[in-house]
């Protein structure tokens, strides 16, 4: 079973849950519908891809709950034999984007990694796969002008290969110093798949990475993994300041495990409140359905200049994503057969 829950990509538990491997969910309680709305009311126009995706997937846990077992236990479904080889250029290949002064896109077209310059080099969130790093990555800052040999840290937000995989690469490369979470870095150590980076700088919730003019810190939010990591962070446009909260992990890819859903919707209230105390008036993700930009980087290529930014959505906007996936986990655990409900 090595490398089975590593080698699934987050896109691809959600394609398992939505198509049918687990059995379509009965009538709903009245407590789980609660929370599906109020996630429903929270995303509004804003959210419509989590909301779609976050409380599918709690439906289908719901249903997993009540499904007699399968082999290999819950929420280990997938293949066995490691991952697949790397799929057709033309299906993940996106084009490298400045979107604010010290913040670039340089991800796939389904997933994301976050460049931020500073004064002294830059900083990595993600590093998507290994067959995709260097053409994306490495490609993608020479194409905007930048110099990769300049890529200093890679925080990768937690340790599943499309976001893990390229970081082994980054570290042999360019000498980049790679932080993740210890629950993290024993997720990799367990399956020890073939593009494992080596264990370097461990994560600890709340703490600060300072690179010349620039300040991260970094939460611990349990949930999608058990050290996944969010990010709070600042971004400049023009003369115009604002602040980045970044949800680390989305998807509930582990089946109806009632610990860690608890976790996932109290780590969810959580970083909502550290984002509003923070004035985080940008909500990123390192999947583009999430948080909209597979329409908000082509509206950032199409600004003029006054022109209000794609990406600033306002502390609102925000609070209500954070709602949306908590909402959503809170109805998963308020599903399972067996506890009491999340507060």
């Known amino acids: 079973m090595k490398n089975l829950l590593l080698g699934l990509t987050c896109a691809a538990s959600i394609g398992a849950l939505v ?11 009245s407590e789980v519908e609660r929370h599906i709305e109020a996630a429903r009311v929270a995303a509004g126009t804003y959210h419509p891809g989590v909301f779609d995706a976050v ?18 236990g819950p929420g280990r479904g997938g293949r066995a034999g490691g991952p697949p080889g790397p799929p057709a250029r033309e299906t993940w290949y996106a084009e490298p984007v400045k979107v604010f002064d010290n913040l670039y896109f340089l991800g796939q077209t389904e997933f994301s990694v976050w460049a931020i310059t500073t004064s002294q080099g830059i900083i990595l969130l993600d590093a998507i796969f290994d067959y995709s790093v260097e053409e994306e990555v490495v490609g993608g800052l020479k194409k905007l002008g930048l110099d990769p040999a300049q890529i200093k840290y890679v925080m990768v937000s937690h340790g599943h290969l ?15 110093r790679l932080l993740m979470s210890a629950a993290d870095y ?29 300040t991260l810190t970094f939460y611990v939010t349990p949930g999608h993994t058990e050290g996944t990591i969010s990010t709070i962070f600042p971004v400049r446009d023009g003369d115009r300041r604002h602040v980045v909260a970044e949800w680390g992990g989305t ?4 089946g ?18 550290i984002a509003a105390k923070a004035g985080a ?24 200049p006054g ?8 502390a609102d906007v925000v609070q209500r994503y954070l709602t949306t996936v908590g909402e959503c986990a809170r109805a998963a655990v308020a599903g399972l057969p067996e506890g009491p409900p999340a507060n």
């Open 307 to 314: 022109q209000p930014h794609p990406y600033v959505v306002g």
């Open 251 to 254: 998807l509930f890819n582990f």
């Open 256 to 273: 109806p495990i009632r610990p860690r859903l608890v976790a996932y919707a109290n780590s969810a209230a959580r970083f909502r409140d």
């Open 55 to 72: 409380c599918t997937t709690a439906r289908n846990v719901i249903a997993q709950a009540s499904a007699p077992p399968r082999a290999g």
């Open 162 to 176: 499309d976001h893990a995989g390229g970081a082994k690469f980054l570290q042999e490369r360019f000498g980049a």
């Open 19 to 29: 198509h049918g491997q687990v059995p379509a969910p009965g009538p709903l309680s």
């Open 186 to 214: 024993d997720l990799m150590d367990r399956d020890n798949p073939s593009w494992k980076p080596k264990r370097d700088l461990v994560v600890t919730d709340g703490q600060q990475l300072t690179l010349g003019d620039t």
């Open 281 to 304: 008036d940008v909500i990123l993700s390192n999947h583009t359905v999430y948080d909209g930009s597979k329409t908000k980087l082509p509206a950032v290529r199409a600004r003029q």
